[in-house]
């Protein structure tokens, strides 16, 4: 081999080196545009999970919802059904399974009265994010707006 051919093969041999390590950069540049927009694809907004949650309580009638002639009459909560049976019964809790732990809170209308706090066994205190949503609250044939708090957390 001669002068000539040595050169021509070290230069290519240069070349493919380089356009290799190229071409590795942006097929890994590539996969990871292609996982990061995978993950922003399948992530769920914060509030979205005490949203279902609050729906929960609010529209099921073996829940808190309020029943009238066996119709559920959604948004409404009945003041006799809120309590920890209700709670135990509508949201319960296992070893097995881990849920979200969660506290219900229903600012109570009467002035002289305490708010009413229901929460789920596994709560333990503190919340990941707390949701505020407005409800209507049936107790004695009387049905008014209030706010119902609800604490999630997700430890």
Known sequence: MNQKGIFDVTRKSIY???AGIVITLVVL????TLSSYKSKLISLPEGLRGEFIALRFTNIGECFAYQNEGQTESGTIDLSKFNIEGMQRCYPVTEDEPVS???LTLKNKNINSEDIIVQSANFKGGSTYDLKKRVKV???NDIYLTDLLIEVYNG
């Not at 540049?29 to 990871?32: A, E, L, Q, T």
Request: hydrophobic share 60%; net charge neutral.
């Open 29 to 32: 540049g590539f996969m990871m």
């Open 138 to 140: 049936y107790s004695d």
């Open 16 to 18: 493919w080196m380089i």
């Open 101 to 103: 732990a969660v506290r």
